[in-house]
Every structure is written in C-alpha cells, then in structure tokens.
C-alpha cells in the first residue's frame, strides 16, 4: 500500500506506474483503492462508477474497470456534504458533523473488495488518501491506516519533495503515529525530486536514522506525467497547457468533476487550455468549455458570482464557441428543476438560456460507457455518462451526437453553442480532430493519438520507477519477508 505525507504527493501517478512496472514484468495486478474522495469518476462496464484514478491505474494495469478497484467513492456536494457511492453506485450522503462513525460502517465493503481482488492477482497495489498523520481522522478510517490494519497490508510511505518539509513530513509521521500503525510501514521513498539526487544522501540516512524505515527509492520529477490526466481539482491551477493558437478556457466551477475532459486537447499542439481560477474573468477565447459538475444549482449561482455569466454572453456576441459536457450542458438550458432536492432544497432556476433545453433533475443516475457519432462530421466518437436529470426541449431536434443510434445532446441554431451528457469526447481522435477543424477550416489534422500517447507514458514512467525504485524489495515486502 503506498501512503503519503500529504494530499497531492503523487499516490495516483506512483501507484499507476508500480502497476504497470508489475505488469510489464508479466504479472497479474489489480490497482485498489478503499476510499476516494473525488468528484472526476469513471462509469464501469455493466453500470457504476468509480474514480478516474483507479480508471487510470487499471489501464496501467492492463485489467478491465471494476467497481471493487473503488469500493467507496465520496462525491463532495458542497464543503460539508458528499454522496457516497458503494460498489459503484450511490447509497446515501455523507454529513462532515458525522464523518467518523458514518465512516466505520464502510470497511466491511472495502474488505470485500479487496479480498475479491487479491484472489484474483499476483499482487495488489494500493493507494491511501490524504496522510495516515491525520491522527483527528483515525478513528472510523478505512482509507489508510485502519485499512492496512485490518487487511494485514504492509505500507510504504511517500514523501513529497517538492513541498519542502520532506524529512520534517516523513519523521513527523513517524512520530505521530501509534504502535501499531507505526508497524505497518516496511520503507518508505521520496517523490518528485528535482536536481542531483546525490544531494539529498544525508537526508535519507537522517530520515532511515530517525524513523528505523528502509529507503526504497528517489522518484525523480517526470514531464512525461503531463500527458497523464490530473486526478484531483487542486493541481488544476497548474494544468495550463500549450502555446497553439486555438484557445479553449475552462471556468474552474466549485463542484467541478471530470475535469480530465480537457486533457486531450492541451496535449494538441495548437491549442491553449486555460483554466480559469475563481475571482478572474473569462479571456478572450475560441471556446468556453463549460465543464461537468457535481451540484449544477449551486454552479449556477457560483458562475453568477464570478461574473462569468456577463463574460460568457460577451464572448458569444464576438462569435465565440461554446461547449457545455454534462453538468455544463445542463447550465447553458434555459431552465434547471429540482423538484425533489436531489442537490439540496428544491429549486427552479434560471440557466445561461445559450441552449433551448431545460433540464429535471431525478435522483436516479444514469453510469454507463457509451459510443456514436458526431452527427455534422461523422466522426466516431466514444465515452462515458454519469448524471442525473433528464434534458429536454426544442432545442434536442438539434442534436450534437447519435449515442447507441440515439440522438444526444443539442446545437444552437447558429452551430456554436453545443452540449452534450458525454464525457470523454475530446479522447476520440477522429472527432477531436472534426471538431478543431471547425474553428479552423482547413487545419490539417494531428497526429496525436491520445490513447496511445497516454500508454506509451505509462510505460516510460514505468521504465523510470524500475529504474529509481527498489521494486524488487518491494514484492518482498508484499510477501512478507
């Protein structure tokens, strides 16, 4: 199980590429992960979700999606409620004032999982959340150390170099931690160095000194994650991307969720993705990408707030583009209507009237892969629905895609305001390609191939955990020696 000092030490990436290292040595690997606590999800196969990290750690793993490589998925609605999402699907919501003993009943599923998991696998790779130095969240956890605990997983700890701190992080968790979790930690490595690694040679003995761990491995700064998607919300800042002269900007909602829509165009090298932080306008750009989200009401008013509205009406009467993707599309309707309060009280709202649909919100929710056609170019498309709500009106006689024979989503009657519930889209090279080329006419296509482009940094980041880690030591702390 790897663990981390911190938020944001790089658990995802480095459980992705253990995955697909183990892998590419001809083993059978599950990634897992008990808890996750994120709004950017992926639909499983057969109906569920789980989070793209573990959708991501799967691909590295080479094995289908599952709903037990994400047992529980909390999907934050505002700052002190999140739904929780069992076996992939939802079961009820989660209230801050009652996160710890609201928490313990989950760790029956978790163990479920995971014992289907290791049945079925040379070894499991597991990545904790948070840091297990939360000592205020440790009873009830089922996310790093009570898990390890009660699964008998031998743990190793990431220190994350670029905050600063690392040797204070790690020996601190040393300290911090009682007895009995303190024994669960067989090593320990530093992530995202910079600079000569022999340098910090003291720091690793002083860190081995003081805590007794075994140093595994110096994981040194990798440009070839950029082309992996980001798992969490608060790396976006830093996913600017490109210097091409298509320019996408994406509103940074409070709720925002599967982001990683956006991933394949920053990686085309003429376009710009801009993500737009709270508290700044909208730039003059080709398209506003509005994203997904988890509470559409709320975002509505957020988008309000911001000012964003007012920039969003300026750009279209330049003749700039819109793309609204789920949550997104719902916003540029005309109505949004909950009558049974699925996101909160009952509401009846205004949209951003860019689109002539309106949308019902249903506490029922649709999960599923999906794949069809875009219905000007032809383009194949492939991807993925996570929603609830029904959208409807004149505006669908418009449709933007057929899904599965079936038209979905809508165009404005000038062809450049257009939504849909699908996720992933811009994956699709074929219609990624149609659809730059209507901002351009004449653009000669890519030669991106995102998927493979994405494998193929799997690989080369694999190759450098090989290379910087002691994997070997690895598979025999996992075996218990």
């Given at each position: 199980?790897?663990?981390?000092?911190?938020?944001?030490a790089?658990?995802?990436?480095l459980v992705?590429?253990?995955?697909?290292?183990?892998?590419?040595?001809?083993?059978?690997v599950?990634p897992?992960k008990?808890?996750?606590?994120?709004n950017?999800?992926a639909?499983?196969?057969?109906?569920?979700?789980?989070?793209?990290?573990?959708?991501?750690?799967?691909?590295?793993?080479r094995v289908?999606l599952?709903?037990?490589h994400?047992?529980?998925?909390?999907?934050?609605?505002?700052d002190?409620?999140?739904q929780?999402?069992?076996h992939?699907?939802p079961v009820g919501?989660?209230?801050a004032?009652?996160?710890?003993?609201?928490r313990?009943?989950?760790?029956?599923?978790?163990?479920?999982?995971f014992?289907?998991?290791?049945?079925?696998?040379?070894i499991?790779?597991?990545?904790?959340a948070g840091?297990p130095?939360?000592?205020?969240?440790?009873?009830?956890d089922?996310a790093?150390?009570?898990f390890?605990?009660a699964?008998?997983?031998p743990?190793?700890?990431?220190?994350?170099?670029?905050?600063?701190?690392?040797?204070?992080s790690l020996v601190?968790t040393?300290v911090?931690?009682?007895?009995?979790?303190?024994?669960?930690?067989r090593?320990?490595l530093?992530n995202?160095f910079?600079?000569?690694?022999?340098?910090?040679?003291?720091?690793?003995t002083d860190?081995?000194?003081?805590?007794g761990w075994?140093s595994?491995?110096?994981?040194t700064?990798?440009r070839?994650?950029a082309a992996?998607?980001a798992?969490?919300?608060v790396e976006l800042?830093a996913?600017?991307?490109?210097?091409g002269d298509i320019?996408?900007?994406v509103?940074m909602?409070?709720r925002?969720?599967?982001f990683?829509?956006?991933?394949?165009?920053g990686?085309?090298?003429d376009?710009?993705?801009t993500?737009?932080?709270p508290?700044?306008p909208?730039p003059v750009a080709d398209?506003v990408?509005?994203p997904?989200?988890?509470?559409?009401?709320?975002?509505?008013d957020?988008f309000?707030?911001?000012g964003?509205?007012?920039?969003?009406a300026?750009h279209v009467?330049r003749g700039?583009r819109?793309v609204?993707v789920?949550?997104?599309?719902?916003m540029?309707g005309g109505?949004v209507?909950?009558p049974?309060?699925?996101?909160g009280?009952i509401?009846d709202?205004d949209g951003l009237?860019l689109?002539?649909?309106?949308t019902t919100l249903?506490?029922?929710?649709?999960?599923?892969?999906?794949?069809?056609r875009?219905?000007a170019?032809?383009?194949?498309v492939?991807?993925?629905?996570?929603?609830?709500g029904?959208?409807?009106?004149?505006?669908?006689d418009?449709?933007?895609l057929?899904?599965?024979?079936?038209?979905?989503?809508s165009?404005?009657?000038?062809?450049?305001?257009?939504?849909?519930?699908?996720h992933?889209?811009?994956?699709?090279?074929?219609?990624?390609?149609?659809y730059?080329?209507?901002?351009?006419p004449?653009?000669?296509?890519?030669e991106?191939?995102y998927?493979?482009r994405v494998?193929?940094?799997?690989?080369?980041?694999a190759?450098?955990l090989?290379?910087?880690?002691?994997l070997?030591?690895m598979?025999?702390?996992s075996a218990g020696?």
């Open positions: 199980m790897i663990q981390g000092t911190n938020s944001n790089g658990k995802s990436v992705a590429g253990l995955c697909r290292a183990f892998a590419n040595r001809g083993m059978s599950q897992f008990p808890q996750n606590m994120s950017n999800a639909a499983v196969p057969g109906g569920g979700e789980i989070g793209r990290a573990q959708a991501l750690q799967a691909l590295a793993a289908p599952s709903v037990h994400n047992p529980v998925l909390l999907k934050p609605e505002s002190r409620r999140a929780i999402v069992v992939g699907h919501t989660l209230e004032s009652r996160f710890t003993e609201d313990s009943s989950l760790l029956e599923p978790v163990l479920t999982s014992d289907q998991l290791r049945a079925n696998a040379d499991v790779v597991i990545e904790g840091s130095a939360e000592t205020n969240l440790r009873v009830g089922i790093n150390m009570g390890a605990l699964a008998k997983v743990v190793v700890l990431a220190g994350d170099i670029d905050r600063g701190g690392v040797i204070a601190g040393h911090v931690l009682d007895d009995a979790d303190r024994s669960m930690i090593g320990y530093i995202k910079r600079g000569d690694v022999g340098l910090f040679d003291a720091g690793l860190i081995s000194t003081r805590t075994a595994l491995g110096v994981v700064w990798s070839d994650l992996l998607p798992e969490d919300a800042e996913l600017d991307r490109g210097a320019h996408v900007a509103p909602l409070s925002i969720a599967n990683d829509d956006v991933d394949p165009l990686l085309e090298p376009v710009t993705v993500m737009v932080p508290g700044q909208l398209v990408l509005m997904g989200t988890k509470s559409t009401i709320a975002d509505l957020f309000a707030r911001q964003w509205d007012v920039d969003l300026a009467r700039g819109v609204g789920c949550g997104g599309y719902q540029l109505r209507v909950d049974d309060g699925v996101e009280p509401a709202v009237g689109l002539d649909v309106s249903h506490a029922d929710k649709i999960t599923r892969p999906v794949a069809g875009h219905v170019s032809g383009a194949g492939a991807g993925y629905e996570i929603h609830v029904r959208t409807v009106g004149p505006g669908t418009r449709p933007w057929t899904i599965d024979g079936e038209p979905s989503g165009v404005s009657a000038d062809g450049r305001i257009v939504g849909s519930y699908v992933g889209l811009f994956a699709s090279d074929e219609f990624r390609s149609a730059l080329a209507e901002l351009r004449g653009r000669h296509s890519s991106l191939r998927a493979e494998d193929a940094a799997l690989d080369a980041w190759a450098q090989e290379t910087e880690l002691d070997d030591r598979l025999e702390i020696r």
